[in-house]
């Protein structure tokens, strides 16, 4: 999750049950997850399921009958997800989950257990930093750490370039080249952990442990 708006109308495909758990909101005005139960003919794999951002509007098709697909990044990030035997489910968030805070309220976990994935510009080299929606990144104490001479957060262009994502929607994995990556040691307190899968609008669950797995992300206090 990042600074950016989260946009509507995102598709989520589950990857083994034949369900997915999407975000409405409560009378309140608070996001709050809801089950969409789509079961799935026998033979005919994943099935896709369309979140709208909108309370009280479901799920949708594209027509009667037919399938529906997820966004594009998402099914990049599914993929690579996969193949690097990652082992959690993908959750779209309604229109309102735009910060760490908002998201953490709609998966019912503590701010901390969201991993901001944020991309840095080191002296024209892109760097990926992992850490827990609790803290902000000191720039100044990273850029020692790294030995770099500057480090500044990446400009839109910059970050689709090196991710194929944009801000917000920046995943730790499913970037064209691997990128380095750091990771506040911080989300170890948690057993589950939420990242961006793709689209500012996407998340996926996951581990501390599993993100090192994945990413060879090295620990590095960051705030």
């Not at 990857?15 to 033979?43: H, K």
């Not at 976990?109 to 510009?121: K, M, P």
């Not at 080299?125 to 827990?132: A, D, G, K, Q, R």
């Not at 939420?194 to 797995?213: I, K, M, R």
Request: aromatic residues 4%.
């Amino acid at each position: 999750m990042g600074d950016a708006a989260v946009e509507v109308g995102v598709e989520v495909t589950p990857t083994e049950a034949q369900c997915s758990n999407t975000c409405s909101n409560n009378s309140n005005g608070t996001p709050t997850l809801r089950q969409l139960v789509n079961p799935s003919p026998p033979g005919c794999g994943h099935l896709a399921v369309t979140a709208l951002a909108d309370a009280g509007q479901g799920a949708r098709t594209q027509e009667e009958g037919a399938p529906v697909t997820e966004h594009p990044s998402i099914s990049r990030f599914r993929v690579e997800l996969d193949r690097l035997g990652g082992t959690g489910r993908i959750v779209v968030l309604p229109d309102s989950v735009h910060t760490a805070a908002l998201a953490a309220q709609a998966l019912g976990c503590e701010v901390g257990a969201i991993a901001n994935s944020l991309l840095f510009d080191a002296d024209d080299t892109p760097v990926l930093i992992l850490t827990s929606g609790a803290h902000r990144v000191d720039i100044a104490k990273v850029t020692t750490v790294l030995g770099v001479e500057k480090l500044r957060r990446a400009a839109p262009d910059f970050v689709r370039e090196h991710t194929g994502q944009v801000i917000g929607g920046v995943s730790p994995v499913a970037h064209p080249v691997p990128i380095p990556t750091y990771i506040d040691p911080w989300l170890r307190e948690y057993d589950e952990v939420w990242a961006a899968a793709g689209h500012p609008a996407a998340v996926f669950s996951t581990s501390f442990d599993e993100l090192v797995t994945m990413t060879g992300a090295v620990e590095t206090d960051v705030d």
